[in-house]
């Protein structure tokens, strides 16, 4: 299974090794607030990261919705808010170590 973005959920902006991706309706704001950021990370311990498979990333909207956007020179993937039309409550996430296909990331609200 790959794991690719819900529909409507694009890159809106590159900034070095930034992405930041949200609905394609925000496409050409001047500016895009990030609620959740992906960023690759050093190895941590075992037992303080999550391994994920592509059906438990594609089950959280917000790794589904940054994951897939990250490729060579892509360190950091900042979500929008309002991919869905609702406001999520990312504030309430907490900071997170995953590993995703060999990869380590760190995963949070901003």
Do not use: C, W
Request: negative net charge.
């Amino acid at each position: 299974m790959a794991l690719t973005p819900a529909a409507g959920v694009v890159e809106l902006a590159r900034d070095d090794d930034t992405v930041t991706v949200g609905p394609e309706t925000k496409r050409g704001e001047e500016s895009y607030e990030a609620e959740y950021t992906v960023s690759r990370t050093e190895e941590v311990s075992e037992n303080r990261t999550s391994k994920l498979i592509p059906e438990q990333a594609f089950r959280d909207a917000r790794l589904r919705n940054t994951l897939p956007f990250f490729e060579d020179g892509v360190e950091t993937v900042r979500l929008t808010s309002g991919i869905d039309g609702r406001r999520p409550l990312f504030e309430n996430s907490a900071h997170r170590n995953i590993e995703y296909d060999g990869e380590h990331y760190e995963a949070g609200p901003e």
